[in-house]
């Protein structure tokens, strides 16, 4: 390859994912995409790694899907590439929304169009005081594609979600705050430190233990009561076979200091 489009490092527990094409604003072209995806495997696969922070290069997340390499019309077969393209593309943003590790994006400057879809795909957002969140779709006449609109309404209500997708407009930093769409806010050059030391809450958690509860909980609004009871039995059951749950149940009832002592809050 080319140039590393991708950058992946461990700090700690840690897995930090960087989109590194600052020239670009960090948007997506294939290479990229494909870079991408080994990352998140590579963090699927390494059992260290607790948590996953995903962040851009250069003052920026990501500017979406990258035009600039697109050729014309090859014979009418251009609904069918557009098609085949997003459908690999799917692949991953599903690995990555289904990872059974917390995620937390960061975001700096803009993160526009399928960069926004891939900021959500994350379980925590952090922005800085300068990000700019864009479903900037309609501008170039798309449609919002890699899952915005199925996640966009469940973090801001239908109404809202239509408002932002309608307009295409900016969504600055504390508006985002405000009506949920981002969980916290902090000064540019803390950014990546404020991610990682979130990320390091979930160092000593039973990460399967939490993976499987996100798994589920990803499928809350879809999944009938009974449905979501069955899974929450069977995960339990795995729950109480494991040597970490055995570990956990001593020192409560032993008065030992947990393995894992959660926070009052998250943000």
Excluded at 87 to 103: I, N, Q, S, T, Y
Excluded at 155 to 173: P, Q, T, W, Y
Excluded at 197 to 210: E, G, K, M, S, W
């Amino acid at each position: 390859m080319s140039e590393n489009k991708v950058l992946f490092e461990k700090v700690g527990k840690t897995a930090v994912i960087t989109l590194n094409r600052p020239q670009r604003r960090n948007a997506l072209d294939e290479e990229a995409k494909a870079m991408l995806a080994a990352a998140i495997g590579t963090a699927r696969e390494d059992r260290s790694i607790a948590s996953v922070v995903l962040t851009g290069a250069g003052g920026h997340f990501c500017s979406g899907a990258d035009l600039g390499g697109g050729g014309g019309d090859e014979e009418g077969e251009m609904p069918f590439i557009v098609r085949d393209a997003l459908l690999g593309a799917h692949r991953w943003h599903a690995e990555l929304m289904d990872l059974e590790k917390p995620v937390i994006s960061a975001i700096d400057g803009y993160a526009v169009g399928a960069g926004l879809s891939l900021a959500l795909a994350a379980d925590f957002i952090v922005a800085s005081d300068r990000a700019r969140l864009v479903s900037n779709f309609p501008r170039i006449g798309f449609a919002p594609d890699l899952g915005l609109m199925y996640i966009l309404p469940r973090l801001v209500g239908l109404a809202r979600a239509k408002e932002i997708v309608f307009s295409a407009r900016d969504v600055l930093a504390d508006e985002a705050l405000a009506i949920g769409l981002v969980h916290a806010v902090v000064p540019a050059e803390r950014l990546r430190e404020s991610a990682i030391d979130f990320a390091r809450r979930f160092d000593n958690a039973p990460t399967h233990v939490l993976g499987m509860a996100k798994g589920i909980m990803n499928r809350t609004f879809e999944t009938p009561r009974h449905a979501m009871v069955q899974l929450e039995t069977a995960v339990q059951g795995l729950c109480a076979a494991s040597r970490y749950n055995a570990e956990a149940v001593r020192r409560f009832f032993a008065k030992e200091a947990p393995l894992y002592p959660g926070a009052q809050r998250l943000f």
